[in-house]
């Protein structure tokens, strides 16, 4: 008993010097280093769009391999604070986190280890926190997810003008993730994008409860179907609700990066958030001493919003023109994506409107939101806050998680 | 007759049962097969992953990833000490042959229990009153969460392996239900609770790994030294005979599964008051079910599993590291995980049985003995 537990320690004794033996000295050693954390890796197309993004940034700005460190499937909970932790020991100066769960954990490691920058994806407490070294961004998704509409509204028309539906017959459907302000800000500026080609269109959304569940989100979209909707576009991330389309032959607009390789018949087109100028800009940044915004909202001005290749075979004719068009007015300004001319809430016009911009666990409205007839959306921080139900959307149902 | 003997072939060799061997011929046997194992994990790192992973960089960086800073060591003990307390957990119930695969579940609610406690109560408590009532709290529900499929079982003869599963996925949207409608409405994670925090020894590993080592002996002495880890035996090996010799088999299921059940309570306390400090469906993380094989590996023998405990931090720390210095995901790491653990649990074979190959038959009829 004693011998066997003598034996046990020695052994255990001896890996550890064996591991101390090859301790290799990392830490700051002045060479500029980019940490990332994701949630999950290259199989989820949330994260693959993060990973290619870090991947263009490091081609644009010269960086190796070298200065470039990669934290795959970190979990929402305390180890996404020590791989922070851990990334700054490798020498990190600039750490970016890719999900919304991992904020607090990262707002941890932030206040620990103030001489380094932490920048966090889709967060909404560094306004607040006011941190000098902790950042939140995003990207006004909700214009490319406008233009996506105007894709869909031109495809509704060439179905009216056919006669394959008639204009009362124009309802499309939308599967969503969760009842949360991101996904509710996606679902309308869709709306109202093909409604601005298409005014007789309705839309029915149904929500998973879940970012990745390939078979809710496949039978989501075939309850839309089965219940009239005669288009389909989609806020998670699974290939459900494209591949479900593709089955039927339903048009249907994507998120995230284009389907048309496993949806060539059905793909319309696809907006999706590109991280490279984000990454640029906080890369720059730190190598130049400059300060990193506390909250960054990417425009379609600034490139981090874009849309995928039209594909021709699925789309109405001309939709990459009108789209050029419509886009052209969205940078200038002219056009505004959440305009109260262009929608209603239970039949009224709205005025004002107080937004939850700042955190608390209250979830209390704090801001007014609507100025110069127009809803400012991820205007007052980066996060979308539009939660209103619109006239024209009806939700089946409702899941907040 | 005789022609039928002369005729009988013996196969090129053949497999027979050994007698116990001398620990250090078993303890060469799994070196060598570790050995082996390492071998072919570089060969396919090298041909999965392409030059940059030489045989000796892909070693160092297995061991870089427990080792490579003292931040890194002492997270390998501690993510060591929290398996380890939950193999315990298990070992007891296990030695029973009651198949609990519900020490995720019992884990999360006790983590769930703590953070009511915390959040409720945060600040309207001294934190050490605070902390005893998380504690108890935990331990409570965890045995609870235990208890439900134990009494099923008892009374009724329930199928505990999937009673205890099902318990799981309740404690898990439990927490989703408890963050959306309390912690944090309308969101899938909390804020850091400011209140109950364990007190630091040294640093916030140091107190958790020298409370589980003080468990692991006191697990061992109830197992082997006390009346109650000798009826656990009993009834293990066989209900009738547990029965014949005036052992309640009903009574000492429930208390086993209410001491297993307790230890995961207690696990999920340590996780949110030196850790977490808050919930989320993901806080335990599966470690329940990684427990199994840590009790299996040891032969339910508590002070073994220090070491299988500690062989699967460090391979699951080993394949993290390996996936962020080759930037490959974390498919090839699953696979050197699994091709190592494969050859650890397949060297038993050489260690329970040896093969003999056929020898020339030196007499007539003088078959192996």
């Known amino acids: ?401 | 007759m005789h022609n039928v003997e002369k005729k009988a072939r013996e196969p090129l060799f053949h497999v027979a049962k050994r007698d116990r061997i001398p620990l250090w011929q078993s303890l060469l046997i799994r070196v060598v097969a570790v050995l082996f194992a390492l071998l072919l994990c570089t060969l396919l790192a090298y041909v999965l992953i392409g030059p940059k992973a030489t045989p000796g960089k892909f070693l160092t960086q297995l061991f870089e990833g427990s080792f490579g800073t003292e931040r890194r060591l002492w997270i390998f003990g501690r993510d060591t000490a929290m398996l380890l307390c939950l193999a315990l957990a298990l070992t007891p119930a296990f030695r029973m042959r009651f198949w609990n695969l519900g020490a995720d579940g019992q884990a999360l609610v006790g983590a769930l229990a703590s953070v009511y406690c915390m959040f409720f109560l945060g600040g309207k408590l001294p934190n050490g009153i605070l902390l005893l009532l998380s504690l108890c709290a935990s331990i409570l529900a965890g045995a609870v969460w235990a208890l439900l499929p134990a009494i099923f079982k008892a009374l009724w003869g329930t199928n505990e392996s999937l009673f205890t599963l099902m318990m799981n996925y309740i404690a898990t949207n439990l927490v989703i239900f408890s963050i959306t409608k309390w912690f944090y409405p309308g969101k899938d994670s909390m804020k850091e609770m400011a209140h109950g925090h364990l007190p630091q020894v040294y640093n916030q590993h140091l107190l958790v790994i020298l409370i589980v080592l003080v468990l692991t002996a006191l697990m061992y002495l109830y197992l082997y030294r006390t009346k109650h880890g000798y009826e656990i035996a009993v009834v293990g090996e066989s209900e009738n005979t547990a029965r014949y010799i005036g052992i309640h088999v009903g009574k000492v299921t429930l208390r086993t599964l209410i001491l297993s059940g307790a230890i995961c309570g207690l696990m999920g306390f340590l996780q949110v008051s030196a850790f977490d400090h808050s919930v989320t469906a993901q806080t335990i993380g599966g470690l329940g079910f990684t427990a199994i094989m840590v009790s299996w590996l040891a032969k339910f023998n508590p002070l073994i599993m220090i070491g299988t405990a500690a062989l699967i931090s460090f391979l699951d720390l080993g394949g993290e590291q390996i996936s962020t210095a080759f930037n490959v995901n974390s498919a090839i790491p699953s696979i050197v995980i699994g091709i190592i653990l494969f050859f650890i649990i397949g060297c038993e074979f050489f260690i329970n049985y040896k093969i003999k190959f056929r020898t020339a038959p030196k007499t007539k009829g003088g078959a192996a003995k």
């Open chain 1, 1 to 401: 008993m004693f011998k066997k537990l003598l034996s046990l320690t020695l052994a255990l004794l001896m890996v550890a010097t064996l591991g101390a033996s090859m301790v290799s000295c990392s830490g700051d050693d002045g060479v500029f280093k980019f940490g990332v954390i994701l949630l999950h890796d290259e199989t989820s197309t949330y994260d693959k769009n993060f990973i290619e993004a870090v991947q263009r940034a490091a081609t644009n700005l010269g960086l190796t391999e070298d200065q470039i460190v990669m934290k795959r499937d970190i979990p929402e909970s305390d180890a996404c604070y020590e791989a922070a932790a851990d990334l700054v020991d490798a020498g990190c100066d600039v750490i970016f986190a890719d999900s919304f769960g991992h904020e607090t954990f990262l707002l941890k490691a932030a206040k620990e280890f103030p001489d380094v920058e932490f920048c966090h994806a889709t967060g909404t407490m560094a306004h607040t926190e006011k941190l000098p070294n902790f950042h939140n961004a995003f990207a006004s998704i909700y214009e490319g997810r406008y233009l996506a509409g105007v894709a869909a509204g031109l495809k509704l028309n060439e179905m009216i003008e056919n006669e394959t539906i008639t204009a009362e017959q124009a309802k499309m459907g939308y599967v969503g993730a969760f009842t949360f302000a991101e996904v509710i800000s996606g679902y309308t500026s869709f709306y109202l994008g093909a409604k601005s080609v298409c005014p007789s269109v309705t839309m029915d959304v149904q929500f998973t409860g879940s970012w990745y569940d390939e078979n809710e989100e496949k039978n989501a979209a075939i309850a839309l179907m089965d219940s009239g909707c005669v288009l389909i576009s989609q806020h998670a991330d699974s290939m459900g609700a494209p591949s479900a389309c593709e089955d039927r032959d339903v048009p249907n607009v994507s998120y995230n990066g284009s389907t048309v390789g496993s949806c060539p018949d059905t793909f319309i087109v696809s907006s999706k958030i590109d991280w490279t100028p984000y990454f640029e800009y906080i890369c720059n940044a730190v190598m130049n001493g400059e300060t990193i915004a506390t909250d960054w909202t990417g425009t379609i001005k600034t490139g981090s919003v874009v849309l995928s290749e039209v594909n021709t075979k699925a789309a109405a004719e001309g939709t990459q023109a009108t789209l050029d068009a419509v886009k052209a007015k969205l940078v200038s300004g002219e056009l505004k994506v959440f305009d109260t001319d262009t929608f209603t809430v239970e039949g009224e016009k709205l005025s004002s409107y107080l937004a939850d911009v700042d955190t608390d666990p209250k979830y209390e409205k704090d801001t007014e939101a609507i100025k110069d007839g127009y809803f400012h959306e991820s205007e007052y921080r980066s996060a979308p806050y539009f939660d209103l139900t619109v006239d024209g959307i009806t939700l089946v149902n409702t899941n907040f998680g």
